[in-house]
């Protein structure tokens, strides 16, 4: 049964929100300017790179935060040009990552082999496949992040919220088309991680401050609307079902599938058997010892991990479990955002491991950031926060109850409704243990949108999936398109 709230998220940011309906006055803070060139399709452009802050608050006349960004914005263009306002996750990361991995002018690169050494520092060069030639790019550093910062007076419910913290960068988002008058653009929304649910809030939150603002996409990559079956909760038997895609797809990559096997179509096998897996899950013990028995060798099949541990463990395995299990006999223990990434299993690595193989990559993006920073004239970039921890909790929304749900997809179709212009784009990693495929696509499952409406894609790498050269190109490729088919008349 689906409870109806008494309150839209946007009848409640709009009761909250502190700067609705008024005009932001305050200028930037800048961090760093600079005039620059780059060629993109074989063409020269000019564009000025910008680096600042704006002023944010948590309630009305109590500034207390403030909310950074890097604009690169072409010369000469039109005021009506699209903007991409563009952000990672965390809760508490910058935007280094999406800038310097995938669509900054310049991106840093990293070895393809997920085996191979990687180099002590970043390698840094043109981004020939930018976006700056169909879209102006704003990235979006919450507060606290990046050169923002966070008063200690500061209401940390406020900042420490999903609506809080959508609230601000709406804020910081209005302030900065206020201040490059660019109120009349064609919005576009990217988050990552995290960001895909303050992405989701945001257009609440936009509407609330100002309803004249055109948001005509959201963008979310690796996206984490569903959450329930993002976080697995064990008793929950719907996110095996809906995990199971990405582990088959890495039992093949890592050859613990019969050879000859692809990791796209053992995810597309997977998922046609989710139903009988479903079904199996669901009547428990209930199920007869033949049935049971068959679908454990199925798992097996699909996923490489003995039909005697699904027998032992009621025909489930967990998302982290898989981690240490695959590989086990080898010693290693696979990445939880890039599972192609292994790294040594601890001698005593129980059913859980903490170490991420695939950190040392995302780590090169927030080194490669404070070069980028240098080139546009910020002094002293070591100041900028790529990662900002927060005290306490983060607080999601749905309080401490037994029905707690976060209804964000609910929300973003509410807008998608009174705004028949905007469109939605979801692109996950398929080695991705975090943000998996199937759970993507259960999010359009139960999803009342139309095909027309959006666009679901895939990339043969993880969570990070654009630090794959092959996915990265496809990326931006297909962020371009979308990005044309929602500015067209």
Known sequence: MRICWPLTLAAMLASTSVAAHESPTVAAKLEGRAEQTMKVGGKRLAYTAEAGTFPVSSAPGKTDASAGYVAYVRKGAAADRPVLFVFNGGPGAASAYLQMGALGPMRAHVPQDPAAPLPAGPEVAANPASLLDVADLVFLDPPGTGFSEIAMDADATFYQSVKGDADAVAQLARAWLAENRRTTSPLFILGESYGTIRAAAMVDALHAQDAALKV???????????????????????????????LAALACYHHKRPAPCDPAASAQDAAAFGPAYLDALYKGRVLDEAARTAVAAKLADLTGIPAEFYLQHDLRISKERFRVELLRTEGKVLGRYDARYTAPRPADAGEMVGPDAFSAVSDLYGKAVIGQLASIGVQNPERYKVIARFPGEWSYGAGDSPFNDWPFMAH???????????????????????????????????????????VNYRYPAGHVAYSDDESWRNFVADIRAFIAEGVKP
């Not at 963008?219 to 990405?246: C, H, K």
């Not at 705004?419 to 696509?441: H, M, N």
């Open 216 to 246: 005509r996409g959201v963008l979310l990559f690796g996206q984490a609307l569903n959450m329930i079956e993002t976080s697995q909760r064990p008793d929950n038997v719907v996110t095996y079902p809906v995990s199971l895609p990405t």
């Open 412 to 454: 973003l179709e509410a807008a998608m409704v009174a705004e028949p212009k905007l469109r939605l784009f979801v692109g996950t990693g398929l080695y991705d243990l975090t943000t998996t495929v199937g759970a993507a696509d259960y999010l359009f499952a139960q999803s009342g949108l139309t095909g027309d409406r959006f």
